[in-house]
């Protein structure tokens, strides 16, 4: 991997904390506190942590005399840095009216200010990647506030819209859609360039696929209301005995933020409850949900292997696509040095990876061998799928 340009770095760092306090303008004070659920992070959290990231990883060992804004607030703003200390459970943040969310601002600012004087330093390549992994961090907490907010939206009693021109959807693709047809073969995948890139997509290998298709477009929501109308929710045959049981646990009967009125199905958006539109892509479902309808359509979904080296010849980028692979570990990984070796390889276990981008992920964040995971029960992020079948 490449060393970055440190100028044009430092342009992209103060961009993109720009933009994560543009995308909490809609907010009251009290939408940063909300946390419906464990999962969900509240919006003051985001802004915290990311700013923590900064501090803790590039700050303090890089800025000579450094002084830590507060002691207090390496506890609240860890995520998971077993490594770096104790922390707030991830279930409690939403119980944090202290720090003010003024003081958190004031954090930022004071991050922002100290990162301004680093990098008016000569600074090591070391030094350079790990700022450029925390620009690639904090794009991620953009995209998780967007879900994570929504969310928080939807729990309201008459879900108040974020933006009421959000668009969840790419405009309408008057597209055939069909199959197509990769030959076996053996293929590369995996992350081969000089640009930035997550440990966890290298390096990059070969892998053997038989002959497959795969289709062209995402699955909609007229094909999945087909599914919902078919008794898709209430026959065991298609579901894994875990996602039967899900299922029945959770009552779950259709996509989240799906729901009807007076004899109409809606679903909530970011612009708020808006009719469904059966030729939009399909959005929040859960693995389970994905295996079920493939095993419905007598279909399959693709591996990561498959998406990958399929991927030139579709559009991509509007959901992160659910694939059959398990987030395990390529051949020869290595986890980063240092304290963020914690940010990837500790979680390959009990997760399923999904390819692609969504509507929220920020304008050049991934890339055709960028691998997302999430436990196969997570629906809250913009997922969605594409069949595959075996060609025989």
């Given amino acids: 991997m490449s060393q970055p340009n440190q100028q044009q770095l430092a342009q992209k760092y103060f961009h993109t904390r720009a933009q994560t306090v543009e995308l909490m303008k809609p907010l009251s004070t009290e939408d940063h506190l909300a946390q419906p659920s464990e999962e969900v992070s509240p919006p003051k959290w985001h802004l915290g942590h990311t700013t923590w990231f900064f501090e803790t990883l590039v700050l303090l060992p890089g800025l000579t005399n450094y002084q830590q804004f507060d002691a207090q607030f390496p506890f609240y703003f860890n995520s998971y840095y077993e490594g770096l200390g104790e922390r707030i459970d991830r ?6 009216i202290r720090p003010a969310l003024e003081k ?10 100290q990162m301004e004087k680093l990098f008016a330093t000569d600074l090591n390549p070391k030094q350079l990647q790990t700022i450029e992994l925390g620009i690639n961090h904090e794009e991620q907490h953009q995209e998780l506030f967007l879900t994570d907010f929504k969310k928080i939206l939807a729990v309201q009693p008459f879900q108040a819209p974020y933006k009421a021109d959000f668009q969840e959807s790419f405009p309408s693709n008057s597209e055939v859609p069909k199959f197509i047809e990769i030959s076996e073969g053996i293929y590369r995948i995996g992350y081969a360039g000089k640009e930035f890139c997550f440990d966890n997509e290298q390096p990059a290998h070969k892998v053997y696929l038989q002959p497959y298709s795969i289709a062209s477009k995402l699955v909609t929501n007229a094909e999945w209301l087909e599914f919902i109308e078919a008794g898709g929710y209430q026959e065991f045959s298609f ?41 939009e ?23 990561e292997a498959e998406w990958e080296v399929a991927q030139e010849q579709f559009k991509w980028g509007e959901r992160w696509e659910w694939t059959n692979s398990a987030y395990l570990a390529y051949p020869g990984f290595k986890t980063i040095e240092g304290p963020a070796k914690e940010y990837n390889g500790k979680f390959m276990i009990n997760q399923m990876v999904l390819r692609g981008a969504s509507i929220a992920s920020p304008s050049g964040h991934s890339r055709p061998s960028y691998r997302n995971f999430f436990h196969p029960h997570f629906r809250w992020q913009f997922t969605g799928l594409r069949l595959a079948k075996n060609i025989d």
């Fill in 281 to 303: 892509s399909l959005s929040h479902i859960s693995y389970y949900e994905a295996y079920a309808y493939a095993e419905w359509k007598g279909l399959r979904l693709p591996t």
């Fill in 239 to 279: 579901w894994h005995a875990e996602g039967w049981d899900w299922l029945k646990r959770e009552q779950i009967k259709a996509p989240l933020y799906w729901f009807q009125k007076n004899g109409e199905w809606y679903r909530f958006s970011l612009a708020g409850p808006v009719l469904l539109n059966g030729s």
């Fill in 91 to 96: 279930h409690s943040r939403g119980t944090l």
């Fill in 104 to 113: 958190i601002y004031t954090y930022r600012t004071y991050v922002d200010a």
